[in-house]
């Protein structure tokens, strides 16, 4: 599956952005959709991710309560809402997908990576 993030852009402390990921082919509902973020100098790390159906969904304990992740299987998309923004939120934000809920939370239970999309978040 290809996919494509966007969404990204800079905003206030305290604002939101709404990222989207859009997904090539007709076997999206076969992925664990996931979202991920890397600042500069640090790892990838885990944000949110979303079951097959989006009956289930799980959150890094840094957003948790301030970020939705959704997905439109219509649409091939997965969303991430994100609330509340703060500086330390600024990062490349990244979707993937995934085969396995069990492992969602780990980068390398993703088989595909979208290009990612900037959010800066000033104080």
């Known amino acids: 599956v290809q996919l494509q993030a966007s969404g990204g852009g800079l905003v206030q402390a305290g604002g939101s952005l709404r990222l989207s990921c859009a997904a090539s082919g007709r076997t999206f509902t076969t992925y664990v959709m996931g979202w991920f973020r890397q600042a500069p100098g640090k790892e990838r790390e885990f944000v949110a991710a979303?079951?097959?159906?989006?009956?289930?969904?799980y959150y890094a304990d840094s957003v948790k309560g301030r970020f939705t992740i959704s997905r439109d299987n219509a649409k091939n998309t997965v969303y991430l809402q994100m609330n509340s923004l703060k500086p330390e939120d600024t990062a490349v934000y990244f979707c993937a997908a995934g085969r396995e809920w069990a492992t969602a939370t780990m980068r390398d239970a993703y088989d595909s990576w979208g290009q990612g999309t900037q959010v800066t978040v000033s104080s």
């Open positions: 979303v079951t097959r159906y989006g009956h289930s969904t």
